[in-house]
């Protein structure tokens, strides 16, 4: 399925696109629109990072709990260490990226590299060596832990590029649209598929062993095309950068906009997670439908993101990425905080519902991700400093740490409510504590994460007229090059110094 054509023709009125930096070349970024191929080469990518974020937040806990036979406090610790791991690599991960020079460019190496690793990794994780108990779950943690410093090495040169693919302020949005869709379509056919696959392969052991298979085999195909789409995409002009990594993340500190929006975003990612790893215990326990509930709450839940990312963008363009992050995350915790009265309601009301919180969340992801790259290209056009990766690298560490947190909440409910974990490959008889703790734990405590974040945006003021200006100023940061520095310029063809 092709993700949706969007916003392919000229800027709306009142945006603003900014000039191609001073000396650029035909290698280098520019304000006009991307071709279409590059669109989707790199939105391709999306199915890697897609499945790995949706599949171990909808399955691993449930696996560890209700397959392996390990307690809820002790799955729920497993789930977030190696995954908190990351925000101590991302940053690493970034800093190298930013000093790769190669003919395939700063980043693409690592798609690819990264990318394979992923896979394979991945796979490892529901492989089941030991079969349950304690040293199952100490194997399931060391696999994860494997796994996550794989995709922080394919996710951080991977989230930079846009900021070197254009230096359109409006281009980035139409380039989040498409990266965001495929997202989308990676995480329904991955989340509402691997259930299946587990199913078929006979549930259990077993079963996790095929489904980990079916996805890795599309984290390869995100990770092979992503390096194969963007081939012919300008790379731009890659400069040294600053010489210490406690330099760097000083730098992106001292970035006010991107602060804001990065704390934002840790919290909404932990509260999307948390209604991700609860959806399997939300069908089965409150839905009492856990042969097709699954896949029914997940496809709503993403499902109606393949159809509303253009009038997302659209709304960007009219109202600005701001309110539209700002409304699509209040969209979220209003259908979220809805859902506590889901056992009076009945199953079309849920699932209408849940389709009520897709919507959110597919806003929510795009303006989130469109904003990204304006911290950066304000930073840089301040500094004279690219620095894509350190920021990236930061952004992704956050992201990755509320993505693990969201789990480990749910898990620490779970566990407080006295959830009873099982070894069988169902879930066990639970009481009314532990289905009350479902409950909260899937509509009310993401409707408080995703909503109060919001109010962490105050101090983010960027806009496309900000960026014109900083971008039309003359170079004052040049006198902030220290004496000697190098620029790169790297069309993707070999490098020259």
């Given at each position: ?159 930079a590029m846009p900021a070197e693919l254009t ?79 406690r330099t760097q993340l000083a730098i992106a ?189 899937f509509t009310v405590l993401p409707a408080i ?49």
């Amino acid at each position: 399925m092709d993700a949706p054509p969007v916003g392919t023709g000229p800027p709306a009125a009142g945006s603003t696109a900014l000039p191609a930096p001073a000396g650029a070349t035909a290698g280098s970024p520019g304000s006009a629109a991307l071709p279409r191929r590059v669109h989707l080469g790199y939105a391709t990518g999306s199915l890697a990072t897609g499945a790995f974020g949706a599949v171990p937040g909808l399955l691993l806990l449930p696996y560890l709990t209700d397959t392996l036979g390990v307690t809820a406090g002790i799955a729920a610790l497993l789930v977030l260490l190696p995954k908190a791991w990351d925000v101590l690599v991302n940053p690493v991960a970034g800093r190298i990226s930013d000093r790769t020079r190669s003919r395939w460019g700063a980043r693409r190496p690592y798609l690819l590299g990264a990318g394979i690793a992923l896979a394979v990794c991945f796979a490892a994780i529901f492989a089941a060596p030991f079969g349950t108990g304690a040293a199952a779950g100490g194997y399931v943690a060391l696999a994860f832990l494997a796994t996550a410093t794989a995709f922080a090495f394919f996710q951080v040169p991977y989230v930079a590029m846009p900021a070197e693919l254009t230096t359109g302020y409006t281009e980035r949005t139409r380039l989040m649209t498409w990266r965001i869709a495929v997202l989308a379509l990676a995480i329904l056919v991955s989340g509402a598929v691997a259930p299946l696959v587990r199913d078929a392969g006979g549930g259990g052991i077993a079963g996790h062993r095929w489904m980990g298979l079916f996805v890795a085999g599309l984290i390869l195909l995100g990770a092979v095309g992503a390096f194969v789409g963007t081939r012919s995409a300008p790379v731009g002009i890659v400069q040294e950068s600053e010489p210490s990594l406690r330099t760097q993340l000083a730098i992106a500190g001292r970035n006010r906009a991107f602060r804001a929006l990065l704390a934002c975003f840790v919290i909404q990612s932990a509260g999307v997670a948390t209604i991700l790893a609860g959806v399997n215990y939300f069908a089965t326990q409150i839905l009492r439908n856990p042969e097709s509930g699954p896949t029914v709450l997940f496809a709503c839940f993403v499902g109606p993101a393949l159809l509303v990312m253009p009038l997302w963008s659209r709304f960007g363009q009219r109202f600005g990425k701001l309110a539209g992050l700002v409304a699509a995350a209040l969209l979220f915790a209003a259908g979220a905080l809805a859902l506590v009265a889901a056992e009076v309601l009945p199953a079309v009301g849920i699932y209408l519902l849940v389709a009520l919180v897709g919507v959110g969340y597919a806003g929510q992801q795009v303006f989130a991700l469109a904003m990204l790259p304006d911290c950066i290209a304000y930073d840089e056009a301040r500094t004279g400093r690219r620095q894509a990766g350190v920021f990236t690298g930061v952004w992704t560490a956050g992201e990755t740490f509320g993505l693990a947190l969201g789990p480990g909440i749910f898990g620490l409910v779970l566990h407080l409510s006295g959830y009873l974990s099982s070894d069988t490959g169902a879930a066990a008889t639970q009481p009314e504590s532990a289905r009350l703790g479902i409950l909260l734990g899937f509509t009310v405590l993401p409707a408080i994460l995703v909503g109060a974040a919001t109010l962490l945006l105050r101090p983010y003021a960027l806009t496309s007229v900000d960026l014109g200006n900083v971008m039309a100023e003359p170079s004052a940061h040049e006198s902030e090059h220290p004496a000697g520095s190098t620029v790169t310029e790297n069309h993707g063809k070999g490098t020259t110094e």
